[in-house]
């Protein structure tokens, strides 16, 4: 839970405005990244928009072409590299200078950390009589530990290990296994191309726990003016700079606009001109990642399908005739379906001999 504080804290809102949020929030968000003890949040914004703007050169604090080691940690042993020093003085930092939560974050950070940590420490002796030995290991070393290496981790292996569908230019990677560790900080490609987006990617909140949390502070009308970027131009940079491993799921929508999960769903090529489907030539393309599709486009979906009663079965699966329009969203590249799995087997017949 403190980890939201550097991802939905520090890291969307604070270093890229991804989103706008009221006091109480922002307060919060203050609180929890302090609790993590990875200094002031004008240190940490500082360090991470200059990482942005001079990525893996010489001025970016943890370069990645230094090496794993180097991107991870070894940066905060070794003295600065000159440009980081010169560049990170042209850093607009004005926004966080008019900010009067930062500015008392940063004045009094190590009195906060302490605090925040002793009360933190203090709970599980103070609820159910845990010892202070086990309470200050656990709470305290262990968290402290974890929470500093699933933040590198993304300065590391999501700049080293994994696919490049947005830009095949840059050194930031897709990296799930990054992103489920981190609450949705591995989808790092598309983060670099895209910075400004509250999502951080197109996968929704699949292993991506900061996006649900920051949509539930919109319902509550905590946060507000989400910024996310237009499909449209998504798919412009996959075309022209990435490395040809994004691909697409299509998924039927309901007229309330509910997405379900459905056997048929189909992979499109995103390198093609235009969307196709070879098994129903009814589709027709259609703005903002959505298409057309007929009203009884679910009749044609498998041999399987039987329409009955204004519904079309698949398994204990059931959707509405009277679907208008499919979601297209990014595939998870080593995503399993088990249903589809079962589904599209070819099973023994067992009534023969």
């Known amino acids: 839970m403190i980890g939201l504080g550097v991802t939905i804290g520090a890291h969307r809102y604070f270093s890229h405005r991804s989103f706008k949020a009221n006091f109480v929030l922002r307060c919060l968000l203050a609180t929890m990244f302090t609790a993590t003890g990875q200094n002031s949040l004008y240190i940490w914004v500082r360090d991470h928009r200059q990482h942005h703007k001079y990525t893996d050169t010489d001025a970016d604090p943890h370069n990645a072409t230094r090496g794993f080691f180097f991107s991870h940690c070894g940066w905060l042993m070794v003295r600065k590299h000159p440009d980081v020093i010169a560049k990170g003085k042209t850093i607009d930092l004005s926004d966080l200078e008019a900010d009067p939560i930062v500015r008392f974050q940063k004045k009094y950070y190590y009195l906060l950390y302490g605090i925040a940590n002793i009360l933190i420490t203090a709970l599980p002796c103070l609820l159910w009589g845990e010892s202070l030995r086990v309470s200050v290991l656990g709470v305290y070393v262990l968290r402290t530990v974890f929470l500093y290496n699933i933040t590198w981790l993304v300065n590391s ?91 697409v799921v299509v998924q039927e929508v309901d007229s309330t606009d509910n997405v379900q999960t459905c056997q048929n769903n189909r992979t499109f090529n995103s390198n093609a001109e235009t969307l196709q489907d070879t098994q129903s030539p009814l589709l027709t393309p259609h703005k903002e990642g959505l298409m057309h599709i007929p009203p009884n486009y679910a009749t044609h979906c498998t041999p399987a399908c039987t329409a009955s009663a204004g519904t079309v079965s698949h398994l204990n699966i059931r959707h509405r005739l009277h679907s208008t329009s499919i979601q297209i969203r990014p595939k998870s590249e080593d995503k399993f379906s088990v249903i589809r799995w079962l589904t599209q087997r070819k099973w023994p017949n067992v009534n023969q001999p």
């Open 157 to 247: 292996a999501a700049h080293l290990y994994g696919t490049r569908p947005y830009n095949v230019k840059i050194k930031a990677v897709e990296n799930k296994f990054v992103s489920t560790v981190t609450g949705g900080e591995g989808w790092h490609n598309f983060h670099h191309v895209f910075p400004s987006d509250y999502r951080a990617s197109e996968y929704g909140h699949e292993h991506d726990i900061s996006t649900a949390v920051i949509e539930l502070m919109k319902r509550i009308g905590w946060a507000y003016d989400l910024k996310e970027t237009p499909q449209r131009l998504v798919k412009k940079w996959v075309k022209k700079f990435g490395d040809g491993s994004y691909s």
